[in-house]
């Protein structure tokens, strides 16, 4: 097709790329994630470019993609990309809002109970002992716990819901744009900020990397929390301070860390005093990573892409037209 935008995929696994392929043979699909500069060079000609958050578009890589006039994202975030330079040049950004809130709401709680109930510790224990014990493994259930939310959107709605309804959890909840209607019907109260720090066994966080937002969780927050509070964060590294966290485990006033996002997620060289605490469980940001999710993610992107081309408004706009 001689006038055929160009598009360029980033990022995208092996197993995922025929899908990409059926919808649009004529793009450029890159199996991993690129550097601003290799973005550059990669999609020198590109009109359309899909990434995923592991690709950062700062004001320079911007700049240097003379003919992008659309960036989707494949996530929910999109603190990767400079919105000021996007909207300098008018090149239209989208994200995915809704490919896998269950998906990550089901994560929250894998990490908690997996965590709380010594589910690593007790396969370790097995594979490296002859007795079959349980010296050392006592856990600490959820039922009348309560369990403190920042963010109420999809993800933060979906963990209210399980928690109250399926572990008989308090759920309180802060978030700047409350919805009394969305609280009624996940079964969770709204309160504020500082309350959530003050009274929660349990803080989960599931707001955007923002300005506002960025160490939301730092020494001071912390130190309004309760003794053994536990920390959750599948949302972005960025949100907590690890140098304040990696104090309030040492001294005890946090107990546990269940941490699916880093800061440094390029550079764990940053991270290793809070990787390697023995009360920290991390993961390499696979809270979305579900089959179900994924076709859905690709699926939700796709469609966007095409209102775009059919001069329509796509999903998930964010800046642009």
Request: charge should be positive; include cysteine; hydrophobic fraction near 45%.
């Amino acid at each position: 097709m001689k006038n055929f935008p160009r598009i360029l995929f980033l990022d995208v696994l092996k197993e995922d790329e025929l899908l990409v392929r059926k919808k649009f043979p004529e793009a450029k699909i890159v199996n991993h994630a690129l550097s601003d500069d290799e973005i550059v060079k990669a999609g020198a000609d590109t009109e359309i470019l899909c990434i995923s958050y592991r690709c950062k578009l700062d004001k320079e890589a911007i700049a240097g993609l003379k003919n992008l006039k659309l960036i989707v994202t494949r996530s929910v975030g999109y603190d990767h990309i400079d919105l000021v330079a996007t909207r300098e040049r008018k090149i239209s950004v989208c994200n995915v809002p809704d490919y896998g809130a269950h998906v990550i709401s089901e994560f929250v709680f894998a990490l908690l109970l997996s965590g709380l109930r010594q589910v690593p510790s007790g396969n370790v224990q097995v594979e490296n002992s002859k007795a079959f014990s349980s010296k050392g493994l006592r856990g600490i259930a959820l039922k009348g716990k309560t369990l403190g939310l920042v963010g109420t959107g999809k993800i933060g709605a979906n963990v209210a819901r399980i928690a109250s309804l399926g572990f008989l959890m308090n759920v309180i909840a802060y978030d700047p744009k409350p919805d009394q209607e969305l609280a009624r019907a996940n079964h969770f109260r709204y309160t504020r900020l500082e309350t959530i720090w003050k009274n929660s066994d349990i803080i989960s966080l599931h707001c955007p990397l923002l300005p506002t937002t960025k160490h939301i969780v730092n020494a001071k927050s912390i130190s309004l929390m309760k003794k053994g509070v536990v920390i959750i964060n599948t949302s972005r590294g960025g949100i907590i301070d690890a140098k304040a966290l990696v104090k309030a485990i040492k001294n005890k006033k946090v107990s546990h860390a269940f941490l699916d996002v880093l800061e440094h997620e390029n550079d764990l060289t940053q991270e290793r005093e809070l990787i390697n605490l023995p009360q920290v469980i991390v993961t390499p940001h696979i809270a979305f990573f579900a089959d179900d999710s994924m076709g859905k993610m690709y699926e939700s992107a796709i469609t966007s892409i095409k209102a775009f081309l059919n001069k329509k408004p796509p999903l998930g706009l964010i800046s642009g037209v």
